[in-house]
């Protein structure tokens, strides 16, 4: 079994909801899976019986999906849990650029060897830059 805690159960679902395909087995009750009354349990749960709920919603599950859906799912929570930290207050978490702003990005980042920049630092360097720039030609 594997931490769930409240505020990541709808990002389960959700996420369980996308990929129905690859995670259920032949077994699956589809319905049960899907049934949105465990997630309002849940969220309407007390403090008390939060733990309780959730940890009966990934039983069921484990009981219902693929192993290696559950290890994958589980793999791809600590992933977001890691994004986040990371992330800390904002809100925006990818954007997507192509290979070749990638290799710019990374040419830019040898310009710097001992900050260990980031691709968003070096965007947030770029945009500070962008706006002086246009701050002098006005």
């Keep these: ?11 389960v679902y959700k996420k369980v909801e996308r990929d129905y395909v690859e995670a259920f087995q032949p077994h699956t009750d589809k319905f049960k899976v899907m049934d949105v009354r465990y997630i309002e349990l849940i969220l309407e749960a007390s403090n008390e019986l ?5 940890d009966s ?3 069921m599950l484990i009981e219902q999906l693929k192993p ?3 290890k994958s799912l589980r793999s791809n929570l600590r ?12 809100k925006v978490s990818s954007v ?7 290799n710019s990005l990374n040419e830019i980042k040898t310009y ?3 900050q260990k920049l980031t691709n968003a630092d ?4 770029a945009v500070e830059a962008l706006h002086k720039e246009l701050a002098n030609t006005k």
């Design 1 to 11: 079994m594997f931490k769930v805690e409240r505020n990541e159960i709808f990002y």
């Design 50 to 54: 939060v733990n309780q709920a959730i």
């Design 57 to 59: 919603y990934i039983n």
């Design 68 to 70: 290696e859906y559950i």
């Design 79 to 90: 992933s977001v849990r890691s994004r986040n930290k990371r992330l800390g207050e904002s």
């Design 96 to 102: 997507t650029v192509d290979v070749g702003l990638i």
């Design 112 to 114: 710097y060897p001992a």
């Design 122 to 125: 070096v965007i947030k360097l």
